[in-house]
T-cell receptor, first 113, second 115 residues
Framework: DTGVSQNPRHKITKRGQNVTFRCDPISEHNRLYWYRQTLGQGPEFLTYFQNEAQLEKSRLLSDRFSAERPKGSFSTLEIQRTEQGDSAMYLC???????????FGEGSWLTVV | KNQVEQSPQSLIILEGKNCTLQCNYTVSPFSNLRWYKQDTGRGPVSLTIMTFSENTKSNGRYTATLDADTKQSSLHITASQLSDSASYICVVSELIKAAGNKLTFGGGTRVLVKP
């Protein structure tokens, strides 16, 4: 257990619905990353926060995707008007400015039917 | 474009045997290289992390090596156990001043240990 909590762990939704995932990081870890991982592939970078500031967004993050980290602690990743291609595991990872270690959560599985 | 290539894509070994996984990267500027173990349906768990000046690092039966000149790394698993069955992912960090470490992931090597 890395101490990074992600909810929900699994979500099945109909195409066109909106979904939101939440990540609760270890305290005092100011860096937070979101990744997407499909079966048999390595994780792909989506976005990065340092405290509450969103410093980088991948071009994979289309306008249907939005991420927030309002108080620099927990973060949410929302997908609007879901498509079948959004089916994947969404991973949250955290780290500190002062260190190299990055901890991953267990991921949130999304299935769009 | 920064890339991390892993080989083989998958391998099957018998319990008790050793194996070595390879990772080649083109990430620059290099900050550090990590190996993660990922069980099916779970998040990656860190095994080792090495900076530019480190050539080898061990974590129990896992030993990672790094050759920063040739931009290659390997992960050696000694006396494999059934619980070693997982994907092993090589991750290379690019140092970005304002944004800290930017991680580039390899596609992983899927290891299956058979009794």
């Amino acid at each position: 257990d890395t101490g990074v909590s992600q909810n929900p762990r699994h979500k099945i939704t109909k195409r066109g619905q909106n979904v939101t995932f939440r990540c609760d990081p270890i305290s005092e870890h100011n860096r937070l990353y979101w990744y997407r991982q499909t079966l048999g592939q390595g994780p792909e970078f989506l976005t990065y926060f340092q405290n509450e500031a969103q410093l980088e967004k991948s071009r994979l993050l289309s306008d249907r995707f939005s991420a927030e980290r309002p108080k620099g602690s927990f973060s949410t990743l929302e997908i609007q008007r879901t498509e079948q291609g959004d089916s994947a595991m969404y991973l949250c990872a955290v780290g500190r400015s002062s260190g190299n270690t990055i901890y991953f959560g267990e991921g949130s599985w999304l299935t769009v039917v | 474009k920064n890339q991390v290539e892993q080989s083989p894509q998958s391998l099957i070994i018998l319990e008790g045997k050793n194996c070595t996984l390879q990772c080649n990267y083109t990430v620059s500027p290099f900050s550090n290289l990590r190996w993660y173990k990922q069980d099916t349906g779970r998040g990656p768990v860190s095994l080792t992390i090495m900076t530019f000046s480190e050539n080898t690092k061990s974590n129990g039966r896992y030993t990672a090596t790094l050759d920063a000149d040739t931009k290659q790394s390997s992960l050696h698993i000694t006396a494999s156990q059934l619980s070693d069955s997982a994907s092993y992912i090589c991750v290379v960090s690019e140092l970005i001043k304002a944004a800290g470490n930017k991680l580039t992931f390899g596609g992983g090597t899927r290891v299956l240990v058979k009794p």
